[in-house]
T-cell receptor
Framework: GEDVEQSLFLSVREGDSSVINCTYT??????LYWYKQEPGAGLQLLTY?????DMKQDQRLTVLLNKKDKHLSLRIADTQTGDSAIYFC????????????FGAGTRLFVKA | DAGVTQSPTHLIKTRGQQVTLRCSPK?????VSWYQQALGQGPQFIFQ???????QRGNFPDRFSGHQFPNYSSELNVNALLLGDSALYLC??????????????FGPGTRLTVL
């Protein structure tokens, strides 16, 4: 079945770059997403990438997709303390309809 | 635009009881999905409603049911509550586009505690 896996914890210093990694199993994944969740808040869509793309950049965020290895990464440049949150990798596929499959989340801790 | 709203914010129930959670989608959205997020886990898809019908369902028992109203708002009902049903229940709304792209907007969730 579909599965999305990501490391559970990442700690970086303020101003450094953060890289959060994710692997997925569904080869028919069409869209891959990165969501952010802050304490007591719902999920916020940060960015997404279509499966025929290798890279997408949006201000401080860079998404890299290796479709062969089913590996997705999110790079946050110049990480700030306000970036501390849980980041979820997710995927949806044309065969899965509108169902979105989420990973367990990576907790990013930014040290001042 | 109020975005996606959910009520109540918190709820405490006992085992065996029934609960109803409510969701109002973002203005202009016609599709509502429900997710269960257990502590320390990612959201798990429960089901999705479009045109007042359940369109897709995740791996959840029949104790979980839902409804969508003509104004696109939705309810999630859970019967015969178990301790394991304790979780944050998230509602997400989107605009049906007939493709797998699914820019969902999430509500803040309802925290359900089953004692």
């Amino acid at each position: 079945g579909e599965d999305v896996e990501q490391s559970l914890f990442l700690s970086v210093r303020e101003g450094d770059s953060s890289v959060i990694n994710c692997t997925y199993t569904d080869s028919s994944s069409t869209y891959l997403y990165w969501y952010k969740q802050e304490p007591g808040a719902g999920l916020q869509l940060l960015t997404y990438i279509f499966s025929n793309m290798d890279m997408k950049q949006d201000q401080r965020l860079t998404v890299l997709l290796n479709k062969k290895d089913k590996h997705l990464s999110l790079r946050i440049a110049d990480t700030q303390t306000g970036d501390s949150a849980i980041y979820f990798c997710a995927e949806s596929s044309s065969t899965g309809g509108f169902k979105t499959i989420f990973g367990a989340g990576t907790r990013l801790f930014v040290k001042a | 635009d109020a975005g996606v709203t959910q009520s109540p914010t918190h709820l405490i129930k006992t085992r065996g009881q029934q609960v109803t959670l409510r969701c109002s989608p973002k203005s202009g959205h016609d599709t509502v999905s429900w997710y269960q997020q257990a502590l320390g886990q990612g959201p798990q898809f429960i089901f999705q409603y479009y045109e007042e019908e359940e369109r897709q369902r995740g791996n959840f028992p029949d104790r979980f049911s839902g409804h969508q109203f003509p104004n696109y708002s939705s309810e999630l009902n859970v019967n015969a509550l178990l301790l394991g049903d304790s979780a944050l229940y998230l509602c997400a709304s989107s605009l049906h586009q007939g493709s797998s792209y699914n820019e969902q907007f999430f509500g803040p969730g309802t925290r359900l505690t089953v004692l």
